[in-house]
């Protein structure tokens, strides 16, 4: 397969604290994407690293992108109630569409 | 800010009708895709358009599903005879280049 895998499955976290999400992958990429989906809700883009990058930040979120390892991994720092939903990992492979992982489903604690 | 809109949010049908999804792009944007989500099976691709053409559709059921564009602001996904597997949450998604995806709010499908 070339989905992305997440990993944990789940999470829960104090607000607060500091979230961090895995992603594998097994073939070569153009760019990786990170994804969140509130319930009941589509998709929402957050962040996008191509693979000649190493980190991106986006506010609260940081990125990194390790090709040697394929694997990326997503940091949300300082924890909000609102920051609860799954958050996926998707893979493009140079054809521009998108393989998406199942998912890390994160739940913040008040 | 621009957004994917799908129709209808929510859809029941029974078992052997013809069901219709539609979406619009954002304007501009040139690749389209439908997805679905199961809690099974996750999110799957199983069309996708090009400048309106179809690139790959390799993620349907051919028998059953079929994927058009008409137009460069409407997109269809249609199912018949459909089935109670089918039951799922359909989602559109448009992209212009390799930014990332602008999801539509979803369809969601029940056949009874």
């Known amino acids: 397969s070339q989905q992305g895998e997440e990993d944990p499955q789940a999470l829960s976290i104090q607000e607060g604290e500091n979230a961090t999400m895995n992603c594998s992958y097994k073939?070569?990429?153009?760019?990786l994407q990170w994804y969140r989906q509130n319930s009941g809700r589509g998709l929402v883009h957050l962040i996008l690293i191509r693979s000649n990058e190493r980190e991106k930040h986006s506010g609260r979120l940081r990125v990194t992108l390790d090709t040697s390892k394929k694997s990326s991994s997503l940091l949300i720092t300082a924890s909000r109630a609102a920051d609860t939903a799954s958050y996926f990992c998707a893979t493009d492979f140079n054809d521009y569409k998108l393989s998406f992982g199942a998912g890390t489903t994160v739940t913040v604690r008040a | 800010d621009a957004r994917v809109t799908q129709t209808p949010r929510h859809k029941v049908t029974e078992m052997g009708q013809e069901v219709t999804m539609r979406c619009q792009p954002i304007l501009g944007h040139n690749t389209v895709f439908w997805y679905r989500q199961t809690m099974m099976q996750g999110l799957e691709l199983l069309a996708y358009?090009?400048?309106?053409?179809?690139?790959?559709d390799s993620g349907m059921p051919k028998d059953r599903f079929s994927a058009e564009m008409p137009d460069a602001t409407l997109a269809t996904l249609k199912i018949q005879p459909s089935e109670p597997r089918d039951s799922a949450v359909y989602f559109c998604a448009s992209r212009q280049g390799d930014y990332g995806y602008t999801f539509g709010s979803g369809t969601r499908l029940t056949v009874v």
């Open positions: 073939t070569s990429i153009n760019n």
């Open positions: 358009f090009r400048n309106r053409a179809p690139l790959d």
